[in-house]
Nanobody
Framework: QVQLIEAGGGSVEAGGSLRLSCAAS????????MGWLRQAPGKEREFVAGITWYGVSTYYADSVKGRFTISRDKAKNTVYLQMNRLKPEDTAVYYC????????????????WGKGTLVTVST
């Protein structure tokens, strides 16, 4: 069982930046990939960014490419999402997720989920 705890959400004006973090805890931490997904009010949950844990390949949704950066610290079992040039349409609850086995990183099919952290971007 993997527990994921997000931090770093909040309110920011358009054009600003936020950094989300997600700390993973487990008796034996071993995952294939971790990702960030988001869900805006009235919309379905969508993939934002993902990273393979050992190969360090990264994946991004088209809507955030060039603005968001995902990274991970293996020693701390922590994944980060640096969000720059935020837009009002980035407003959503952001979820950290972990995929245990090999599979599509750019999807919503993750095995473990955090509780989410709210990001609000105002005009």
């Amino acid at each position: 069982q993997v527990q994921l705890i997000e931090a770093g959400g909040g309110s920011v004006e358009a054009g600003g930046s936020l950094r989300l973090s997600c700390a993973a805890s487990a008796r034996t931490f071993s995952v294939y990939a971790m990702g960030w997904l988001r869900q805006a009010p009235g919309k379905e949950r969508e993939f934002v960014a993902g990273i393979t844990w050992y190969g360090v390949s990264t994946y991004y949704a088209d809507s955030v490419k060039g603005r968001f950066t995902i990274s991970r610290d293996k020693a701390k079992n922590t994944v980060y999402l640096q969000m720059n040039r935020l837009k009002p349409e980035d407003t959503a609850v952001y979820y950290c997720a972990a995929r245990q086995m090999f599979g599509a990183v750019q999807s919503t099919g993750y095995d473990y989920w955090g509780k989410g952290t709210l990001v609000t971007v105002s005009t």
